[in-house]
């Protein structure tokens, strides 16, 4: 693929590395810059990619821009014990109308995705993840979207797409390769009752900001089943993030949204990792850019430790338990590598048996030897029937 439409990044961030430790992550990822040009993709693990895109942000005029304060922070860290080979490509320019922006969005996904390479994406608005979504046309299979926000943004199909309304479009549109959305940190009085109500009949999972907050350990297997992650800054309180327009006081903790990313990048499917919204014009002390180049440095973090066991390469490594409940049993299986659990979902229709293999909690086993059926897995049944 031709990336010479790529912007590259700013001359100073580029500069700015020079004088960074050998050990800083400015020394160690390679950058697409004016100098040196397009890094060589080969052997790449991440790709980081901002999008100079917020015409369709809703009430953030100004997102898209300014992605420097954020790389600078981000060059400034230090790796952990990394294998991963990490490449800046700059930044997608905004095009003459917005669908030129996705079409560009959508094509450089696609490729890298074919390519092992998973994006990382710095918006812009959060419409972006239509054509992150859109990007996985291409790739012939089904996806589980996972978006952290305070609202849904459904929206309606006759609606233009914004970042208020591209999930009518992602559930609506044809072709439709979407299994499963879960919305983690939804604030009920952002939402109406009409759309609470229609993402349960759509056998979608939504998560209260309050219930993550508590237990922030509950985002694990969510992530565990997800393809794309999109985070809308706005998510975060506006103590933490104040670099949106949209903020609001009440929110996840800097600490929470970056134990999000970590959970995010462990993730063996996780594919497409993007964080939206951010306006620079906001941003006091550089203190949302701080933090967006944190989430960044979790979800690389977390990628290091993936432990590569979705899907089964072998039943030899789970233990497996059987669990009778009510007219039907639940195998369960354990990982031998991490403790991790999962939850077989069978439904059989005329004498043709569909199986999906969905990750859960040791709660969710214990509840079933209860007698209590799992929701995630009546979910998935559903959708399977």
């Known amino acids: 693929m031709n990336f010479d439409f790529l912007l590259p990044?700013?001359?100073a961030?580029?500069?700015?590395?020079?004088m960074l430790s050998n050990q800083s992550l400015g020394k160690s990822i390679y950058i697409h810059s004016k100098k040196n040009g397009l890094p060589d993709i080969?052997?790449?693990?991440?790709?980081?990619?901002?999008?100079?895109?917020?015409?369709?942000?809703?009430?953030n005029f100004g997102t898209g821009n300014n992605f420097s304060i954020i790389r600078k922070y981000l060059y400034q860290l230090f790796p952990g014990n990394w294998f991963s080979k990490i490449v800046d490509l700059g930044n997608i320019p905004q095009g003459n109308d917005e669908d030129d922006t996705y079409f560009a969005v959508q094509e450089i996904i696609t490729y890298l995705i074919k390519k092992n390479i998973i994006p990382i994406i710095i918006g812009g608005g959060q419409d972006l993840t239509y054509a992150n979504y859109r990007a996985y046309d291409k790739l012939e299979q089904t996806v589980n979207l996972t978006v952290v926000d305070t609202k849904f943004n459904l929206g309606n199909i006759e609606e233009e797409i914004s970042s208020e309304s591209f999930l009518s479009k992602i559930v609506m549109e044809k072709p439709s390769n979407l299994f499963n959305y879960t919305n983690i940190?939804?604030?009920?009085?952002?939402?109406?009752?009409?759309?609470?109500?229609?993402?349960?009949k759509l056998h979608f999972d939504s998560y209260r900001l309050g219930e993550i907050a508590n237990d922030v350990k509950l985002v694990e297997p969510i992530m565990r089943d997800t393809d794309i992650v999109s985070i809308d800054i706005g998510a975060i309180r506006r103590s933490e993030a104040p670099a949106n327009k949209n903020a609001v006081p009440n929110g996840f903790y800097g600490?929470?949204?970056?134990?999000?990313?970590?959970?995010?990048?462990?993730?063996?499917?996780v594919s497409l990792f993007g964080i939206y919204e951010y306006n620079a014009k906001l941003d006091e002390?550089?203190?949302?850019?701080?933090?967006?180049a944190q989430m960044i440095w979790?979800?690389?973090?977390?990628?290091?430790?993936?432990?590569?066991?979705?899907?089964?390469?072998?039943?030899?490594?789970?233990?497996?338990?059987?669990?009778?409940?009510e007219d039907t049993t639940i195998n369960f299986y354990k990982s031998n590598k991490s403790d991790r659990w999962w939850m077989e979902v069978e439904h059989h229709h005329n004498k043709v048996t569909k199986r999906a293999l969905i990750p859960c909690?040791?709660?969710d086993y214990l509840r079933a030897g209860n007698q209590v059926i799992p929701e995630r897995w009546w979910k998935t049944f559903r959708k399977l029937n």
């Open 298 to 325: 979790y979800f690389i973090e977390g990628y290091n430790f993936r432990i590569n066991e979705y899907p089964f390469t072998s039943k030899k490594d789970y233990k497996k338990y059987i669990v009778p409940i």
């Open 13 to 18: 961030d580029a500069a700015h590395t020079t």
């Open 361 to 363: 909690t040791y709660q």
């Open 285 to 292: 002390k550089d203190q949302t850019a701080h933090l967006i």
């Open 42 to 59: 080969k052997d790449a693990h991440i790709a980081i990619i901002g999008v100079h895109e917020g015409r369709r942000a809703v009430d």
């Open 185 to 200: 940190g939804y604030q009920t009085f952002f939402n109406s009752q009409e759309e609470i109500d229609l993402l349960e």
């Open 255 to 269: 600490e929470a949204i970056c134990a999000i990313s970590r959970y995010a990048g462990i993730s063996d499917k």
């Open 9 to 11: 990044v700013e001359d």
